[in-house]
């Protein structure tokens, strides 16, 4: 089946779970990250050749095609007063209803957090052996990354937070709201499952309010 593109181009990829700020606090910066890693073949090089002269040890290799293997780190940004959303007192969409102006920025200990990735990661890659390792870290503004999340905040006070325990609105009680805008850290693990299971939650709790005529 190595023709199947299902099977993808090269051995495929890694994941890292956080090991920063877990048994021992690092001295620069709170909380911690994972990586999640990809592998794969040069640009314009198939599977099948890759595997004939790269990778595979059932045939002489009479050349030898270098792949490339990436880290890329996932982090937690801080849940900070000075980040929140407010309505734009001027701008309004084609409805008239007020656009959201957003605002948020990295903290010093996001910018330390990235920094130790990088370092990590080219490490991790060294002791297993790659060659050529080149560390970075892109200044990416929020926004431009990736799992962003908050906006529309999770607690039991309707003056402090926007949704209740069950991602229902204090003040809308027929509107529920289970994506990630009731989290106001990022945290470091892909979140689509959380997001599934506040759902089916908040889902579960509407039915039995409805049925108590309370919707």
């Not at 999640?36 to 073949?41: L, R």
């Not at 002269?53 to 890329?72: D, E, I, K, L």
């Not at 959303?85 to 957090?113: F, M, Q, Y």
């Not at 006070?157 to 809308?172: E, F, G, I, Y």
Request: one cysteine or more; charged letters at 20%; hydrophobic letters at 35%.
């Amino acid at each position: 089946m190595e023709d199947r593109t299902t099977h993808g181009t090269a051995p495929t990829g890694s994941t890292s779970p956080r090991f920063r700020n877990v048994k021992a606090p690092h001295s620069e910066f709170l909380r911690g990250y994972g990586f999640q890693g990809a592998a794969g073949a040069p640009a314009g090089v198939g599977r099948r050749e890759s595997r004939a002269s790269a990778w595979s040890s059932s045939a002489p290799c009479t050349r030898r095609v270098r792949g490339a293997f990436h880290f890329y780190g996932f982090g937690e940004c801080l849940p900070r007063s000075t980040n929140y959303v407010e309505l734009d007192p001027v701008t309004v969409d084609a409805w008239g209803i007020p656009a959201l102006r957003i605002h948020c920025v990295w903290s010093d200990n996001e910018r330390k957090l990235l920094q130790d990735m990088s370092v990590t990661a080219a490490e991790m890659l060294e002791a297993a052996g790659a060659k050529d390792v080149t560390s970075f870290v892109d200044d990416n503004p929020p926004g431009l990354t990736i799992h962003e999340m908050g906006t529309a905040r999770m607690g039991r006070d309707p003056k402090t937070s926007v949704l209740n325990a069950h991602n229902q609105c204090h003040d809308v009680k027929n509107l529920f709201v289970t994506d990630g805008a009731c989290m106001a850290s990022s945290a470091n693990q892909n979140p689509s499952i959380t997001y599934m299971a506040l759902t089916a939650r908040a889902a579960a709790y509407a039915v039995e309010a409805m049925k108590r005529n309370e919707l």
